[in-house]
């Protein structure tokens, strides 16, 4: 059988991000982001093998940016595309695979937007106008939530009136699943370990950041909740915060629910901490000048991390390896040594230099002789999502 083309989608309110995957090629056929969806200056960008170009789509909503896409997906396939998989932030319960998407389906992912408000609905744009638009190919919806359904009840339940649970569905999710899955399965590749029987603590440090402890290929720890604000210091989200902080505000300075939500999830995390930017590389550059803003949100950012690691191997019959992943994760060798600087009681070290030169996409093993293995592993969210429409399309 000919290698095979799969279309990832992760929509979100005004943009869409796609990358057309040949299941026998690491490097994408196409790919690419459409942005400012539904505004005058709406706009298509696509990177096709080294040459990049865009087009202008004013007033583009979702399904004109991916009808324009169209002629672009069949011409890189070669006229061969054999199914679509989007990427959905919230399955809820409902989920816990990925899912063929038909009316059944749909009508579950609508069920569950209240738990993700802003996410889902978005989701679901980009997936009704591509099914309007394929409307005879198969397509699949694949969840960040879907792998930590796995999560035992001691470790999803909030301490919390039981009805909230029952009748409400407050609890704890998780998000990133689908990179915690696809690097726990690459770490055992490179270890030389059967997924099925090891495990493993997994950072994920993107814009957004969560932990994961993995036990023979399940989730059963995370470090986000029932939304991705809770865990972990992230670009512009605060993480844990205490509960009361809420009613603190609204008494004392008099903030509405709207302002203090704005508060935590786009102002707080290293922008807040630093003053200065919720992106990391500037905050590196910043603090090697003294910025004393930059310093310290990278000093609660790493302390945060290891305690949240800490607290993950609880749920760990022993310890394969630490994974570090996402943008942070996979270029920080300052953010690796500073976190597993903390974690010096699970006898965890870095051999500087292949801590120096595990960046940009190269991954391995980083550990100091001797001790337990650390790995950076680049994740590829988009390609586990194609693995995940393609092993639908087989069954
Ligand atoms: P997203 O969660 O949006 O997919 P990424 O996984 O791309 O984000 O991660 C973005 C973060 O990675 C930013 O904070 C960025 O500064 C950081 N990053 C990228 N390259 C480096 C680097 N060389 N050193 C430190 N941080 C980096």
């Known amino acids: ?4 083309n799969i279309l990832v989608i992760n929509c979100g309110s005004s943009s ?52 324009q896409l169209l002629p672009l997906v069949q011409s890189a396939a070669g006229g061969k595309l054999h199914g679509i998989g989007h990427r959905v932030v919230h399955g809820g319960e409902h989920f816990t695979a990925a899912s063929r998407l038909d009316e059944a389906t749909l009508r579950a992912i609508r ?36 792998f930590h359904q796995t999560l035992p009840e001691h470790a999803f339940r909030y301490a919390l009136p039981d009805h ?33 029987d090891s495990s493993w603590l ?18 059963r720890d995370t470090s986000m909740g029932l939304t991705p604000l809770e865990g972990l210091v992230m670009g512009t989200r605060s993480g844990d915060v ?16 709207e302002r203090i939500e704005q508060l935590l999830n786009k102002e707080s995390g290293l922008l807040g901490l630093s003053g200065l930017s919720n992106d990391m590389r500037s905050l590196e550059q910043a603090r090697e000048q003294g910025h004393a803003g930059a ?5 609660v950012f790493c302390y945060r991390l290891a ?42 070290a870095l051999d500087k230099e292949a801590n120096a030169r595990t960046v940009r996409g190269v991954g391995g093993s980083i550990q100091a002789y001797g001790h337990p293995r650390v790995l950076v592993v680049p994740t590829n969210e988009e390609r586990q999502i194609a693995l995940d429409t393609l092993a639908l399309l087989n069954a």
């Open 242 to 257: 205490d509960p009361n902080l809420h009613s603190h505000l609204a008494r004392t300075l008099g903030w509405s629910l």
């Open 164 to 196: 909230l649970y029952r009748e409400h569905g407050v609890r704890r999710y998780g998000f990133h699943g689908t990179s915690h899955r696809f690097v726990s399965h690459r770490a055992a590749e490179l270890a030389g370990l059967s997924v099925g």
């Open 16 to 67: 869409i991000k796609f990358a057309l995957v040949n299941e026998a090629h690491s490097q994408f056929t196409l790919s690419g982001l459409a942005e400012r969806l539904g505004s005058h200056d709406a706009v298509l960008h696509w990177q096709r093998g080294g040459e990049k170009d865009s087009l202008m789509i004013p007033n583009g909503d979702h399904r004109a940016a991916l009808a």
């Open 111 to 146: 069920a569950t937007a209240p738990l993700a408000p802003l996410h889902n609905p978005a989701n679901l744009l980009g997936i009704e106008a591509a099914i309007k638009l394929f409307p005879n190919l198969t397509q699949v919806a694949v969840f960040d939530t879907a």
């Open 202 to 219: 997994v950072a994920h440090l993107g814009n957004g950041c969560s932990t994961c402890a993995i036990v023979n290929g399940q989730s």
């Open 307 to 348: 305690k949240s690691l800490a607290a993950m191997s609880c749920a760990l019959p022993q310890l394969d390896g630490l994974i570090f992943t996402g943008g942070i994760g996979e270029n920080s060798p300052l953010i690796r040594s500073k976190t597993v600087a903390h974690l010096t009681l699970f006898n965890l």
């Open 1 to 4: 059988m000919p290698a095979r």
């Open 295 to 299: 310093t310290l949100a990278i000093e």
